[in-house]
């Protein structure tokens, strides 16, 4: 059973999301002079210094725009997704897909076990229809005689304190399901957050500023140039993600529901499911992603 968050409830109508990349780059282009400026002033010496400016002088020197003028259009375009102009039914799932295969090689085992009956003139050899019943060795106990392609969705990511990024970074299409690339979650989320301010001040901060003014600093933790050095290490306590008020702004920032299921506590948690407040591209069916959260870590 499902708990739907707060954001269910709200109209999507008045709650118009912005898209990240719409941010205006001139306040990007702002933050990053703020943060060059401040990592000058904590510099220890003069040396220090020049060896920051020099670095910043190369890299301008090596920048080179590129003239849109001499870009060149493609001459073919493959698209994702089914071939338009083909009638008939829509393709299989990945998991009718699967339940097809297995019924093929059911029904190949029975032939075979038939045709060895009917050589041995045994009849007493029986198969059972019967499925096997699930036990705590299972890994998959939901289709425990089925080939299991849903095993490789089942991550249990390093407890570094980075562990409820990485667990999105692993079921996120646009970082390749790699859990390692989890700063790239961030920074979209970070990017939401900015874009969206009025809103989750509002509904996830409950209008506190300073709760608000948190949230920001745990998620440019690690983003941010004064920080991004640290992402190596292991992330402290005071920014690790929160599901409480950061999982909607997942949902938001990866346009995917997220299931979030906390085990292994002292006290009961409902799973809650924090749907996106702005609707799906058209025609897209998004797989929640689940953030299954056991004791302290995910």
Not at 53 to 64: C, D, M, P, Q, V
Not at 211 to 219: F, M, P
Not at 254 to 281: D, K, N, Q, R, W
Request: overall charge neutral; aromatic content about 8%; glycine content about 4%.
């Amino acid at each position: 059973m499902y708990t739907l968050s707060l954001f269910s409830l709200v109209n999507v109508d008045s709650l118009p999301i912005s898209n990240p990349d719409e941010v205006s780059l001139g306040t990007e282009f702002s933050e990053v002079m703020s943060s060059v400026a401040s990592l000058y002033q904590e510099l220890s010496n003069s040396q220090q210094q020049a060896d920051l400016i020099a670095s910043l002088r190369g890299l301008i020197e090596r920048f080179k725009p590129v003239n849109i003028e001499d870009l060149s259009f493609p001459k073919h375009i493959t698209t994702k997704g089914r071939p338009k102009g083909i009638k008939g039914t829509r393709l299989p799932s990945a998991f009718e897909n699967a339940e097809h295969e297995e019924k093929q090689k059911e029904k190949a085992r029975k032939e075979a076990a038939k045709n060895d009956e009917d050589q041995q003139g045994d009849n007493t050899l029986k198969f059972s229809k019967k499925r096997k019943v699930p036990t705590e060795d299972d890994h998959d106990d939901l289709w425990p005689q089925k080939k299991s392609y849903r095993k490789k969705a089942l991550t249990s990511v390093p407890s570094d304190g980075w562990c409820g990024w990485r667990a999105l970074a692993a079921q996120y299409e646009k970082c390749k399901f790699d859990e390692n690339r989890f700063i790239e979650v961030k920074e979209r989320m970070l990017s939401t957050a900015r874009a969206n301010a009025a809103i989750y001040l509002k509904y996830v901060c409950m209008a506190s500023e300073r709760e608000y003014q948190y949230l920001l600093e745990t998620l440019e933790y690690g983003v941010a140039l004064k920080t991004a050095h640290l992402r190596t290490k292991s992330c402290p306590l005071k920014y690790w993600f929160d599901a409480n008020t950061m999982a909607q702004i997942a949902a938001d920032a990866l346009e995917t529901p997220i299931a979030v299921f906390i085990t292994g506590t002292a006290s009961e948690h409902t799973p809650t499911l924090y749907l996106p407040l702005s609707p799906p591209p058209s025609g897209a069916k998004p797989q929640p992603f689940v953030l299954h959260l056991v004791g302290l870590r995910l």
